[in-house]
């Protein structure tokens, strides 16, 4: 007797998009939302990791906050993220712009400029800790045959922030690749006729292009903003370590500091919030500034 297969039963498509995002919640919540509530219990907390927590209140945060260089981590990394996040985003963009049309070696150019986003921290930061080098580096080399006097670089306290946000410009490969599928979607029916009316390549791109591009772009910011501030701390650490003399010593580096040399994981559970809520008025002030500009962030906007 030959037994009939059994059919399992048909899922609906919210069901099959459910289980599809299931991997993603669980690592959420694993990943991120426990370790963040462990993290801010731990804020009023004295652990060490070596004895008991004792209670101790918000004294954490006072601590934190009273520290003469938890504020010079605040202001060093407010500095690298302000500037560097608009030229990202700005040089994405103007790339991407340049790079839409379809070319015969424009495949290869697409893929030198997102080269760099893929290379992992660690070495990209070793490559140009050789390339902004005060003796042999080639950035040196270079402005020394062009007369120009090299500058120091990453050993001098003036140059260090210069070099690190020159350095982040090369790492523009996810929003470039964002912006070129976006300009990929304007309808070229809108430059036709702007073109037409008597608009040229400035008109067409500041009433036309970035308007459309605006949510775009804006989520753009959001994104690199939040994203350096977090994850600066490996490059930075290759780099300089901090320095010179605390020129690039961020708030991550204060909470590595804090937890890892001198044990005090309450105080760096702390400054790890506060690092949280920076993140969130930076978002606030991106949101403020779309509002100003009449910039939306709806479904219907995204529809180009």
Known sequence: MMLKPRHLPRLSFERRVQLLLAPYVIGIVLLVIIPA??????????????????????????????????????????ALIIVPTFLRVLGAFLVARLMQRHGRFLAGFRAAVYLPSVIPSAAFALAWLWIFNPLYGPVNLLLAELGVAPPAWLVDPAWAKPAIILMSLWQIGEGFLVSLAALQDVPPELEDAATVDGAGAGGLLRHIILPLLAPILLLLLFRDAILTFQESFTTIYFLTAGGPYYATFTLPFFIYEMGFDLLAFGVASAALWVMYGLSGLIVILLYIIARQWNIGTTDETFIL
Do not use: E, K, M
């Open 37 to 78: 509530a462990v993290t801010f219990a731990l804020a009023f907390f004295h652990y060490d990791g070596l004895t008991p927590p004792v209670w101790a209140g918000t004294l954490n945060f006072v601590l934190a906050y009273t520290d003469s260089l938890f504020l010079l981590s605040v202001q060093n990394s407010l």
